[in-house]
């Protein structure tokens, strides 16, 4: 039962242009969202979060969306750079409980030149 | 000064045998947690220590043993290995057990053979 869900194993953006990475979970009780940037060889390193009291948060060029009647979260990066290629991995929490993060898949955003 | 450092990065090892992975973190975190990505990309959790007290143990085979000899470590011990225990496991820490903006280790990748 996955219950967080990112049903884009892939994504290639040119540099300069809007990268959106989405992601859905199930789970009603998640109340705070994050996204991870994953290079390869390294952990993931935490990029941006938001609580579901808020509906938008910005950081730079970082942007993330959450739409909590639909289920669903983007994160939005603008503009895109090559150094922003990583697998991005969506993550959701119920910070009520003895909380975990449950993790999406992962989407791999390749920016090109 | 590496946040949250694991040792082995790679580590093969034939069936059956037991190996341990080691996990240190200097951030003065008192949370620490031990997930698994398996080949299909999903983070899964399989433990939490906090305060070195098991708080999460999600449904892990008995063959792993987490042991956290105290705050800033948390290795953890397999025994006689699998097939399926390939995988590359991550250590992470955060504070307050909110493991919201966890730090990751690196990883270690276990190739079972």
């Known amino acids: 039962d996955q219950q967080v869900k990112q049903n884009s194993p892939s994504l290639s953006v040119q540099e300069g242009r809007i990268s959106i990475l989405n992601c859905d979970y199930t789970?009603?009780?998640?109340?705070?969202f994050l996204w991870y940037k994953k290079y390869p060889a390294e952990g993931p390193t935490f990029l941006i979060s938001?609580?579901?009291?808020?509906d938008k948060n910005e950081d730079g060029r970082f942007t993330v969306f959450l739409n909590k009647s639909a289920k669903h979260l983007s994160l939005h990066i603008v503009p895109s750079q090559p150094g922003d290629s990583a697998v991005y991995f969506c993550?959701?929490?119920?910070?009520?409980?003895?909380?975990?993060?449950?993790f999406g898949t992962g989407t791999r955003l390749q920016v090109t030149l | 000064d590496t946040a949250v450092s694991q040792t082995p990065k790679y580590l093969v090892t034939q069936m059956g045998n037991d190996k341990s992975i080691k996990c240190e973190q200097n951030?003065?975190?008192?949370?620490m947690y031990w997930y698994k990505q398996d080949s299909k990309k999903f983070l899964k959790i399989m433990f939490s220590?906090?305060?070195?007290?098991?708080?999460i143990n999600e449904t892990v085979p008995n063959r792993f043993s987490p042991k956290s000899p105290d705050k800033a470590h948390l290795n953890l011990h397999i025994n006689s290995l699998e097939l399926g225990d390939s995988a590359v496991y991550f250590c992470?820490?955060?504070?307050?057990?909110?493991?919201?903006?966890?730090?990751f280790g690196q990883g270690t990748r276990l190739t079972v053979v």
């Open positions: 993550a959701a929490v119920n910070t009520g409980t003895a909380s975990k993060l449950t």
């Open positions: 992470a820490s955060s504070q307050n057990g909110q493991d919201t903006e966890a730090f």
């Open positions: 938001i609580s579901s009291i808020k």
């Open positions: 220590y906090n305060n070195k007290e098991l708080i």
């Open positions: 789970n009603s009780m998640f109340d705070y």
């Open positions: 951030l003065g975190h008192d949370t």
